[in-house]
């Protein structure tokens, strides 16, 4: 089957459309994959504005669709005639959204139906007002076009985007239980999977996440946003000084996570420090990734050998981290848990997880809600 997916939760817009077979090993391949970043918009603002972020996906994702339904060779031009009643539909869904329904019917009256089993587009978490253009977005599709939409959870795409490997068919195979690290801009948490599609969350942040954290100490240091890649070079390079930065819950008997005491010591000694030289930011971002690395494998290898996990799987942004994945391995090597991470491309923000998701749930029977109750939850717990 044919999945198209979006993506709309936080500063990214994404589309794709992955082909899924059951035969009776899960086969996987992605047909067309494209993604616009406002990364570089938002940077001056040190994080992500809303109504911005809302604007830009209106802007940006009907280009992405026509796009990505062309590299995966699903595009063929056909009048193609929408009743009024579509119509007014279309048009009552995207009302906020400027031009974009207007843009959206010529398009549906000058495009033949793809050959789209499936339509997923996360619904929660994130921004509420970004979340609603692909939500809406999406629903004018499902409704011009008469196909399913499965709405899905953009934790559950970080949880199974590890499975993905680039020009492999096959998923890597999960033993359960298993333990999803999380660790993205808007959360970090430590996800229990006994059972398939069935989640606890065991620990999470009491305040920032970890992506978080990077944005605001490489703020403090004067680096630009998103911060996790910048601080992460700085951190590759030598320095001979050194500080002592705090490892926030480290020793708590529970597995919660707080990072908001490390952005204020960070605060605190760029305070005492006065001007910043380029070795003082060097030291200061390797004591911060250190004290990041050092909770983040503390709690979750505490987790693995409470709940005997099998399979470890991370995702999130911040799971790009090379020091963070290269601790990881060794701490799951020593443990003997199998640990996956995803590729790059899909540790940040993307579609193609959205896609895997929405596919698991229809396989499993999720229920798919009706169009019309489908609402975007910007506080969507996983469960
Ligand atoms: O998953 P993601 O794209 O968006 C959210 O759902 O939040 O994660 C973005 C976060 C940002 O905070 C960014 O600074 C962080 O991931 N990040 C990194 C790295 N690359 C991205 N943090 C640490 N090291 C990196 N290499
Ligand atoms: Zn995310």
Known sequence: MKILSFETSCD???????????????????LGDN??????????????????AKREHAKNILPLLVKTLKEA????????????????????LLEREGVLGKKLIKFLETTAKPNIDLITVTYGPGLEPALWVGLNF?????????????PTNHMEG?????????????????????????????????????????YEIIGETRDDAAGEAFDKTA???????????????????????????????????????SFSGLKTAVLYLVKKLGRLNKEKKIAIAREFQDAVTDVLIYKTMRAVKKYKIKTLLI??????????RKALQKVAAREKVTVYFPERELSVDNSVMIGLAGYFRFINKSKMPPLRTIRACGTLRLQ
């Open 73 to 92: 060779k699903l595009l063929k031009k056909e009048a193609n005639i929408l009743s009024p009643k579509i119509q007014k539909n279309i048009e009552k």
């Open 219 to 257: 703020r403090l240091l004067g680096l630009s946003y998103p911060g996790g890649p910048e601080i992460s070079r700085l951190a590759k390079l030598k320095s001979k000084i050194k500080y002592k930065l705090p490892r926030p819950m480290i020793k708590s008997p529970d597995f919660d996570f």
């Open 138 to 150: 999406a629903k004018a599709l499902a409704l011009a076009w008469d196909i399913k939409l499965m």
């Open 35 to 52: 993604l616009s970043s406002q990364a570089k918009i938002h940077a001056k603002y040190g994080g992500v504005y809303p109504a911005m």
């Open 158 to 198: 970080h949880i199974v985007s590890s499975l993905i490997t680039f020009g492999e068919a096959r998923l890597k195979p999960v033993m359960l239980p298993a333990l999803a690290l999380l660790i993205s801009g808007g959360h970090t948490e430590l996800v229990l999977v006994k059972e398939k599609l069935t």
């Open 315 to 324: 995702g999130g942004g911040v799971s790009a981290n090379e020091q963070i």
């Open 12 to 30: 990214e817009t994404a589309a794709s459309i992955v082909a899924l077979e059951k035969k009776p090993q899960i086969e996987f391949k992605i």
